[in-house]
């Protein structure tokens, strides 16, 4: 216990000069500061929190270590819907049309996984991964097609926090930003449920939990968040992945805390990640990149585990 206490300690310090140098490293103007670091760190913190947040809530309802919204689609299907929306000219409705296709993956998946009459894990993740492959599909024909949006495309297939806020989206992104964290406060305190739903279907349902409801309820907002961070930032995929993992070999096992663990230790293991991708080569790289470079090896080690 005590050395857990050190090791939050260690992390708090940790994650306080990690942020002073996200913001102050190069010496950056006043103008700098404010337009650029400043909305990019808090974009990294929301996208590493609600990816964090979102894939230990997944890895505890499906009761599968594999489980994040990467692996199961979604990030997919909102790539597709934001990749619209910025074709389309609607910059300011990419976060809307994010969560529809999201949204639409996830219907697609939520059906397939209960053909037969019941829910099926093993199958909900292999629909996830044959209806990301069929978005991804769509993607690439959008990209040929419009060949002069192929950099956009790209950074959002690759991850970007780079991303330049107006006035106007600067409003809204702050609106965004107060709701996500709200709808993962919420997720929280539906961690209850899920550390029940741990024990089976059966047993959950005895002691009066809607199991159906309820993974329907944190799909949907799952849906949404995972919507949210591709309309801005991209697909970044594996944070969703390790860092539960992380979390549950720090705080010994599944805990009802973990989904908060998870989604702070993300936030900063991302904003860490975007520091990297800023300054590891003189042109910056895209975050996606470092994050797939972390989180490859530890998808096969969970794997190798898992038998």
Known sequence: MKNRKWIFILFGI????????YLFINKPTTHILIAVRLPRIMLAFLVGFILSGVGYSFQIMLNNPLAEPYILGISSGAAFGSILAGILGLYLFMPLFGFAGALISLTIVWFLAHLGGFFNRTKLLL????????????ISLIMYFNQQDIGNIINVLMGNLGHIFSRREWFYFVIVFIISILLMLYLFLLS??????????IIAGSLGIDVKKLRRKIFIISSLLTGITVAYAGIIGFIGLIVPHIVRMISGGNKRTGIIYSAIFGAVLLIMCDLIAMNITIIEIPVGIITAFLGCPFFLFIMAKSK
């Open 192 to 201: 209850r449920k899920l550390m029940i739903l741990t024990t089976g279907d």
């Open 14 to 21: 940790f994650s306080i000069l990690l942020v002073v140098f």
């Open 127 to 138: 629909s996830g991964i044959i209806v990301g492959m069929f978005f991804s599909a769509f």
